[in-house]
């Protein structure tokens, strides 16, 4: 595969499409979690566990509840009690 983007501009590209990605899921809060884990093999919460991941490989310490936050936007109860519909459903990742 042939990229035509320097190096040193990936990440900040890369980055840019992370942040969009994030705020189209806060845009449509009708998609629920297991809809997106159904369809797409990963949901919110999975974004939040490989962002703290990738924080702590850097040396950020970032608790679940602060990783959560930064992609609803919100804590993730708040969330819960205005968003999510239906019975709760676990999910393997």
Same mark, same amino acid.
Do not use: H, T, V
């Given at each position: 595969m042939s990229n035509p983007i320097p190096e040193s501009e990936r990440t900040e590209i890369e980055a840019a499409a992370f942040r969009r990605l994030v705020d189209h899921l806060r845009q449509n809060t009708d998609v629920q979690n297991i *809809?997106?884990?159904?369809? &797409?093999? /990963? $949901? %919110?919460? $999975?974004? +939040?566990?490989?962002? %703290? &991941?990738? &924080?702590?490989? %850097?040396? /950020?310490?970032? +608790? *679940? #509840? =602060? =990783? %959560?936050?930064?992609?609803?936007?919100? #804590?993730y109860e708040q969330w819960k009690e205005k968003y999510q519909t239906g019975p709760k459903q676990d999910h393997k990742s």
């Open positions: *809809d997106l884990m159904n369809l &797409a093999g /990963f $949901c %919110r919460n $999975c974004l +939040s566990k490989w962002y %703290r &991941a990738e &924080a702590q490989e %850097r040396g /950020f310490e970032l +608790s *679940d #509840p =602060a =990783a %959560r936050e930064e992609i609803y936007g919100m #804590p």
